[in-house]
C-alpha cells in the first residue's frame, strides 16, 4: 500500500523515442507534481497538477507532456527523447503538510 | 521567481558531534520552509519544516531556525548517528501546497 506509487522505476531507451511514466497516490492529496533531479541531485519542478488542473508549467520543452486522468494520477508522456532528458523523475502528492514523494523513475536515453 | 541557496554543500563530521546546514531565500513572500532528507537511491523525506510565524521548532534531534528579516533558515542535527548520513535539501514555498524550490543539497557523512 505505497503512498505515492511510480512506474517504472527504471527506463533505458534511445534517442527520439516516445516514452511515459505514471504516478499514482492513494493519500487523497489534491495537489501532484513532477521534480526533475538531475546528474549533480538538484531538484526542479516541472509540473503542478490541483485537482486534475494544471497549475504550474515551469518552462518546461513541450515534448513533455503531463496528463491527470483524475486526482489520484499524474502521468507524464515524453516525446522525441533526448540525452539531456536523462535524470530521475519524482512524482510528488501534497495537502496541507509538505510533499509526499515517489520512488522516482530513472531514465536514461542512450 | 524563488532562488534559494544552500551552504556548505559537502559536511563531514564525527559521530555524535552537530551538524548544521545553513539556506537562504530570496523571495519575502515565501513562508513555508521545509527540510528533506534523501539517503543514497531513495526518495526524498520530509524531516522538519517551519512556517513564518514560528522562529524555531524542534523534534527529537533536529531542530530548525527562521530569521525571516535576514531571509535564511537553518537546520541543526545534534548527536549525530551514521544513519544521519544522506543528502540534506532545503526549500522555500508560498504555501505549503504550492512549488518548492529546493536548494542544491548538503552531502552530510557521519564519522564512525
Known amino acids: 500500500d505505497t503512498a505515492v506509487s511510480q512506474t517504472p522505476k527504471y527506463l533505458v531507451t534511445q534517442m527520439g523515442n516516445d516514452k511515459s511514466i505514471k504516478c499514482e497516490q492513494n493519500l487523497g492529496h489534491d495537489t501532484m507534481y513532477w521534480y526533475k533531479q538531475d546528474s549533480k541531485k538538484f531538484l526542479k519542478i516541472m509540473f503542478s497538477y490541483n485537482n486534475k488542473e494544471l497549475i504550474i508549467n515551469e518552462t518546461v520543452p513541450n515534448r513533455f507532456s503531463p496528463k491527470s486522468p483524475d486526482k489520484a494520477h499524474l502521468n507524464l508522456h515524453i516525446n522525441s527523447l533526448e540525452l539531456g532528458d536523462s535524470a530521475v523523475y519524482f512524482c510528488?502528492?501534497?495537502?496541507?503538510?509538505?510533499?509526499?514523494f515517489g520512488s522516482g523513475t530513472r531514465l536514461t536515453v542512450v | 521567481g524563488e532562488n534559494v541557496e544552500q551552504h556548505p554543500s559537502t559536511l563531514s563530521v564525527q559521530e555524535g558531534d552537530s551538524a548544521v546546514i545553513k539556506c537562504t531565500y530570496s523571495d519575502s513572500a515565501s513562508n513555508y520552509f521545509p527540510w528533506y532528507k534523501q539517503e543514497l537511491g531513495k526518495r526524498p523525506q520530509l524531516i522538519i519544516d517551519i512556517r513564518s510565524n514560528v522562529g524555531e521548532k524542534k523534534d527529537q534531534r533536529i531542530a530548525v531556525t527562521l530569521n525571516k528579516t535576514a531571509k535564511h533558515f537553518s537546520l541543526h542535527i545534534t548527536e549525530t548517528q551514521p544513519e544521519d548520513s544522506a543528502v540534506y535539501f532545503c526549500a522555500a514555498s508560498m504555501s505549503v501546497d504550492y512549488k518548492l524550490s529546493f536548494g542544491a543539497g548538503t552531502t552530510v557523512t557521519v564519522r564512525a
Open positions: 510528488a502528492s501534497s495537502r496541507d503538510r509538505g510533499y509526499t
